[in-house]
């Protein structure tokens, strides 16, 4: 599992500005707040990831968070 999430993490570090130019048209000078975007909530979830984990069971954070990233990477 931690090998999808560098993964995922990875790609959207390498190629994020790639796609939103080429693919979505977006200019150069925004491409970078789409990297940003993931960034921040990257690092919001980060810090308040322990929260979530003892206010909701754990296996339902994982199962749910799994979820979510296979429909982002699909």
Do not use: Q
Not at 40 to 45: F, G
Not at 51 to 57: A, G, I, Q, T
Request: proline share 1%.
């Amino acid at each position: 599992m931690c090998f999808a999430v560098f993964l995922a993490e990875g790609s959207m570090l390498d190629w994020s500005a790639v796609f939103l130019t080429e693919n979505r048209k977006i200019d150069e000078e925004l491409a970078g707040v789409g990297y940003a975007a993931f960034s921040i909530a990257m690092a919001t979830m980060r810090l308040l990831g322990d929260k979530l984990v003892s206010h909701l069971d754990g296996p339902k954070v994982v199962i749910g968070g799994s979820l979510i990233g296979a429909a982002g990477i699909f």
